[in-house]
């Protein structure tokens, strides 16, 4: 997996998930702030949907952009909205 510098961070204090090394699905992952924990596994689930989430909000602002110039065509869509999430990542696009 080289290039994979995405980190998981928790959701509410921004700061990286604590573990063992090589931590596998049912080793837990901490935040050393403020102690929210969770298996590997549930933090990774976690962060996928978050990552969706970012993903959708992304193509969705460049269809946006790609359309705003035209006036025969109109972009409708629904927004998408802003879930709290336990555990998320650095993910950016
Ligand atoms: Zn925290």
Request: glycine fraction near 6%.
């Amino acid at each position: 997996m080289a290039g994979n510098t995405v980190k998981v961070l928790c959701g509410s204090c921004k700061v990286g998930l604590e573990g063992p090394a090589n931590a596998k699905d049912h080793d837990v992952v901490a935040c050393p702030r403020c102690g929210r924990s969770d298996t590997l596994k549930n933090v990774m689930r976690e962060v996928t949907k978050h990552a969706e989430e970012v993903t959708a909000r992304s193509i969705q602002k460049s269809l946006s952009s790609a359309f705003s110039g035209s006036k025969n065509t109109k972009v409708t869509h629904n927004p998408i909205p802003h879930r709290s999430y336990r555990f998320i990542s650095d993910l950016k696009l």
